[in-house]
């Protein structure tokens, strides 16, 4: 079968950027937030240039779908075709979006802005506000995005649940590697001791990690209460915890298994 060559297909360059993740962004956003940044991030690379409509036709070709069609596609925090979940979502799709759009849009009416309700509409907000810039040159219009997303509380008034849930993935993201390192380590090696007498030195040579990534680690068990630090007889104050300073990390496997989900980040989907 040949391709229409009118009808192409996605970009095998397209790039995402690495902080989207990790920013929470896409926690903040109607769900186009995600192939918005991603047309964008994609046109940032060299050998883009041109308006976001035609750089969307070049980069998504027939996959337009993903961001609705074109940029002047409404906003949705739902896939229009999914089929809706009641179990999570007993309120019903219609009521959900509601209270999905009443959050969203008072981030942006607090700070002033416009509430956007299309893709063009969210790709100014991304102008005016700094995930995106946008330049004229002799070569045409080019696109880029800064090294590092400002997160969203940079940017836009949240609420305190949103925040703390924001920090909550953010922290997971930090120490979900670091943990899964160090419990790979000790399941592997002593065989999910109950204890052990050791230092942020030694499990750090032990695990390739340096000591801070190590400490993190251990205060992350500690505070999900999937172990317990002692020096001594006396708890351990994990931050203060030396490089060289003996411990005994005492750990809870059964709760362990029963309440952690490994986190994986694979790099190549990121």
């Known amino acids: 079968m040949t391709e229409n060559p009118s009808v192409p297909g996605p970009r095998r360059d397209m790039a995402m950027h690495n902080d989207w993740w990790a920013s929470g962004w896409e926690h903040v956003l109607p769900r ?23 750089l969307l036709q070049e980069i998504f070709g027939s996959h337009r779908d993903v961001i609705g069609g074109d940029l002047d596609s409404a906003l949705t925090f739902s896939w229009p075709d999914e089929e809706w ?77 949103l925040t703390k849930r924001l920090d909550g993935i953010r922290w997971t993201m930090r120490t979900g590697p ?29 695990t390739g990690q340096d000591a801070d990534g190590v400490r993190l680690a251990l205060a992350e068990l500690a505070e999900s209460g999937n172990a317990q630090v002692y020096r001594g007889q006396d708890p351990a104050d994990v931050e203060r915890l030396g490089a060289h300073q003996r411990f005994r990390p005492v750990m809870g496997w059964e709760h362990f298994h029963e309440t952690r989900m490994q986190l994986s980040i694979a790099g190549d989907d990121a």
């Open 32 to 54: 186009q937030g995600f192939p918005l940044t991603m047309l964008i991030g994609t046109a940032s690379r060299p050998g883009f240039s041109g308006s976001l409509d035609d």
């Open 85 to 161: 979940d009641y179990e999570e979502a007993p309120e019903g799709r219609e009521a959900c979006e509601a209270s999905r759009w009443e959050k969203f849009g008072a981030m942006p009416t607090a700070a002033g802005f416009p509430v956007p309700t299309t893709v063009r509409d969210l790709s100014e907000l991304y102008l005016t506000r700094g995930p995106a810039r946008r330049e004229e040159t002799p070569e045409g219009t080019r696109w880029s995005m800064p090294a590092a997303l400002p997160l969203p509380g940079d940017l836009l008034p949240l609420d305190t649940e």
């Open 178 to 206: 670091l943990v899964n390192t160090l419990i790979n380590h000790l399941v592997d090696d002593p065989g999910e001791p109950q204890e052990i007498l050791t230092s942020l030195d030694r499990l750090g040579a032990a």
